[in-house]
């Protein structure tokens, strides 16, 4: 099993919102968990983190303002609320942990996480 399970997604027209749901397998209370996303042809980029105890967040200059992202630690659960969305946001959208516990701060690189999800499709029509 996935350690995350991403949903929510689909197609919306621009200025449309979304509102992506992971859920995970096991709890992962103690670790920064992230959003990235993938468009064809190119690489895997951070949107937005959230640490552990839900104290710091952040977001990719792409997206501050339009997205949010909050977690449920009691549900293992994570956020990602989008809105006024644009064509250049369609991608896949994944949720991963960090391999720290206990960050206060939120990392942006794909490498320092692991135990991602599948993902979940966004398309955003002009």
């Known amino acids: 099993q996935a350690p995350w399970v991403e949903s929510g997604g689909g197609l919306v027209q621009a200025g449309g919102s979304l509102r992506l749901s992971c859920t995970a397998s096991?709890?992962?209370?103690?670790?920064?968990v992230n959003w990235f996303r993938q468009a064809p042809g190119k690489e895997r980029d951070f949107v937005a983190g959230?640490?552990?105890?839900?104290?710091?967040?952040d977001y990719a200059d792409s997206v501050k303002g339009r997205f949010t992202i909050s977690r449920d630690n009691t549900k293992n659960m994570v956020f990602l609320q989008m809105n006024n969305l644009k064509p250049e946001d369609t991608a896949i959208y994944y949720c991963?942990?960090?391999?720290?516990?206990?960050?206060?701060?939120?990392?942006?690189?794909?490498?320092?996480?692991?135990?991602w999800g599948q993902g979940t499709q966004v398309t955003v029509a002009s």
């Open positions: 991963a942990t960090d391999r720290s516990p206990y960050r206060v701060d939120v990392r942006r690189t794909p490498s320092d996480f692991d135990s």
């Open positions: 096991r709890p992962y209370n103690h670790y920064v």
């Open positions: 959230i640490t552990w105890n839900g104290d710091t967040t």
